[in-house]
């Protein structure tokens, strides 16, 4: 029998190690302690010699482990570690995995709460060089003897630039590099990291994994690619069995036990139900994002229109070549940027929220908002401007989004 596709293997991922009592679902464990009939295994758990148990739900519950086969699966890795969000695994990645006089080398296009913890990282004396990742040379001049790791994300929120990850993956495979990939707005569903190189692969579950708006959630995923056996920053007290897991091994006992930043049973559950429609929902909010973009992009009242999918976007090449869909993430600029909220108040569909990845089409200005402490110097250089409107495309009908947003520019 032929390898199963994305969608049957990822739907029943949680079941190859067996479901108590016949369910369908995994259950919800809620059990924060757990007991064992030997105080020799309780050794072996807290020492790393007895697989597949548990003894406080901070470092994993039986809900959040089959969460974790489930991404493992989808990302095509070697093991998952969840998070209580997205910004909790990221930042385990970096604090676990860097200290003080190493140098990180990052897209200057990031999340805005990744760019302020860049800012945390440097007070704790990691120094971060943020660049053009849309450029390898622009990576490859960043690169210093004290470097360790690259980071990107596949589409930058909220402009929509895509970094030239295959070149990068292979400069990373030339120097040795920790080549971090974070795939929130793509997913597995659309784009596996694994494929250009990266060695961890970072995903924020409460967008476009979980895809309901109702759970936060976050995962790091291992591909198996990275060689830690040469990387300098494992603790001597994980550096045991197979160099393999010892990546993870250490994001886990650093960044979920001694951070603290877990995912509950409760949290892990409703995102792994929801990540059963993954392929269903991003076709659909890939194909009718695409058919907005193209009406805004046409559109007398629009100046510009960032979508990855559309044939003008600067990095459509790449985007064609790698993904399978240009996602929900979107932007567009009015010509007169004093009608942006105007306009926005008059769509009478799209809901004006914060967040990504709903299954509700979700509208913000961004300047005055999630990059509104980010200063317009910051703004400017990540190509944000003032007027600029996200656009996180949800299930709606396309003619439906499209008749809304054309009364709206039109005033009404």
Not at 84 to 103: E, I, R
Not at 352 to 378: Q, S
Request: with cysteine; glycine share 12%; charged share 20%.
């Amino acid at each position: 029998m032929p390898e199963p596709g994305f969608t049957t293997s990822s739907l029943h991922s949680d079941r190859q190690f067996g479901v108590e009592h016949g369910g369908l679902h995994k259950p919800i464990h809620t059990s924060v302690q757990y007991g064992f009939e030997k105080v020799e295994d309780l050794i072996g758990v807290f020492q790393g010699t007895l697989k597949g148990s548990f003894n406080y739900a901070r470092q994993g519950t039986p809900t959040t482990a089959a969460l974790e086969s489930k991404i493992t699966r989808m990302e095509g890795g070697t093991g998952t570690i969840c998070f209580a969000s997205g910004m909790a695994a990221v930042t385990a990645t970096f604090l676990t995995l860097l200290k003080a006089g190493d140098h990180l080398v990052c897209s200057q296009y990031v999340f805005g709460n990744t760019n302020s913890l860049l800012g945390t990282m440097g007070d704790l004396g990691i120094a971060v060089s943020k660049v053009d990742a849309t450029s390898v040379e622009a990576v490859r001049a960043a690169i210093r003897p004290e470097t360790r790791m690259v980071f990107v994300e596949t589409i930058a929120n909220p402009r929509t630039q895509v970094p030239d990850l295959e070149a990068i993956g292979q400069l990373c495979r030339e120097r040795g590099l920790l080549y971090v990939v974070d795939n929130t707005v793509t997913s597995p569903g659309l784009f596996l990291p694994k494929g250009v190189g990266a060695g961890l692969v970072i995903n924020s579950l409460s967008k476009s994994i979980a895809g309901h708006g109702a759970a936060l959630g976050g995962a790091v995923t291992d591909t198996g690619l990275f060689d830690w056996s040469g990387y300098p920053n494992i603790a001597a007290a994980y550096r045991k069995g197979d160099a393999k897991g010892w990546g993870l091994q250490q994001i886990r006992k650093k960044g979920l036990r001694d951070m603290g930043g877990s995912l509950s049973s409760e949290q892990a559950h409703s995102i792994s139900v929801g990540s059963e429609t993954l392929s269903l929902r991003l076709n659909q909010c890939s194909e009718t994002a695409l058919a907005l973009a193209h009406f805004l992009e046409a559109h007398p009242a629009v100046g510009k229109v960032h979508y990855p999918a559309l044939e003008s976007h600067p990095q459509y090449p790449i985007v064609k070549k790698l993904f399978r869909g240009g996602s929900w993430l979107m932007a567009f600029e009015l010509r007169d940027e004093a009608q942006v909220l105007p306009v926005l108040n008059r769509l009478r569909i799209p809901i004006k929220a914060t967040g990504l990845g709903d299954t509700r089409t979700l509208v913000i200005p961004v300047a005055p908002t999630i990059f509104w402490e980010a200063g317009r110097e910051v703004r400017a250089q990540m190509g944000i401007a003032e007027g600029l409107v996200r656009v996180s495309v949800g299930l709606e009908d396309p003619e439906d989004l499209i008749a809304d947003f054309d009364q709206a520019l039109a005033g009404g």
